[in-house]
């Protein structure tokens, strides 16, 4: 065990240990008190007539059914890990795509071939939408060589675009 200063004794509150030589004496420094802590007023004293009353908050009771006796058994729910769960509903979806969406004029008569090749192919068991249609003619005039698709794009006539002027 090691032996402490007069001044740790001091800082710790203990009496500090006597001189061994009777020649020398050191005067040692009561410690002071300590000092009171200063403690501020209530700003308003609390004066009321009436005694607060606290009312106690009603606990749920749980429903039990005529002719069960048996206490209501708590539901066990498994921690789900949602981090891993999104990650993996992100995998399994199909990457979504982008639309575009557009207008476009053209003479009533191809128009009309569109009612039209959209009832035979409901007629077949096929039905398809409008933008179905046009995508497919899309892919056909892609899969084109350059040669046909130059003479079938001569054999369209060329329209004037925009909006018709209105009439008033």
């Given at each position: 065990?090691?032996?402490?200063?007069?001044?740790?004794?001091?800082?710790?509150?203990?009496?500090?240990?006597?001189?061994?030589?009777?020649?020398?004496?050191?005067?040692?420094?009561?410690?002071?008190?300590?000092?009171?802590?200063?403690?501020?007023?209530?700003s308003k004293p609390?004066?009321?007539?009436?005694?607060?009353?606290?009312?106690?908050?009603?606990?749920?009771?749980?429903?039990?059914?005529?002719?069960?006796?048996?206490?209501?058994?708590?539901?066990?729910?498994?921690?789900?890990?949602?981090?891993?769960?999104?990650?993996?509903?992100?995998?399994?979806?199909?990457?979504?795509?982008?639309?575009?969406?557009?207008?476009?004029?053209?003479?009533?008569?191809?128009?009309?071939?569109?009612?039209?090749?959209k009832a035979r192919?409901?007629?077949?068991?096929?039905?398809a939408k409008k933008?179905?249609?046009?995508?497919?003619?899309?892919?056909?005039?892609?899969?084109?060589?350059?040669?046909?698709?130059?003479?079938?794009?001569?054999?369209?006539?060329?329209?004037?675009?925009?909006?018709?002027?209105?009439?008033?």
């Amino acid at each position: 065990m090691s032996k402490i200063s007069a001044m740790q004794a001091e800082a710790l509150g203990l009496k500090p240990a006597a001189p061994k030589s009777t020649t020398t004496t050191s005067v040692a420094k009561k410690p002071s008190a300590p000092k009171p802590i200063a403690v501020k007023p209530a700003s308003k004293p609390i004066t009321s007539a009436k005694p607060v009353s606290v009312k106690p908050k009603p606990i749920a009771k749980a429903i039990v059914k005529p002719g069960d006796t048996a206490r209501p058994k708590a539901k066990i729910v498994p921690k789900v890990d949602k981090k891993n769960t999104k990650k993996e509903v992100k995998k399994t979806k199909p990457e979504k795509i982008k639309m575009e969406r557009d207008s476009f004029t053209m003479p009533k008569d191809e128009y009309a071939q569109i009612t039209i090749m959209k009832a035979r192919l409901t007629a077949m068991g096929q039905p398809a939408k409008k933008s179905e249609l046009l995508r497919a003619g899309v892919k056909l005039l892609a899969a084109m060589s350059d040669n046909t698709l130059k003479t079938t794009l001569a054999k369209i006539p060329v329209i004037k675009t925009g909006r018709p002027n209105k009439k008033g």
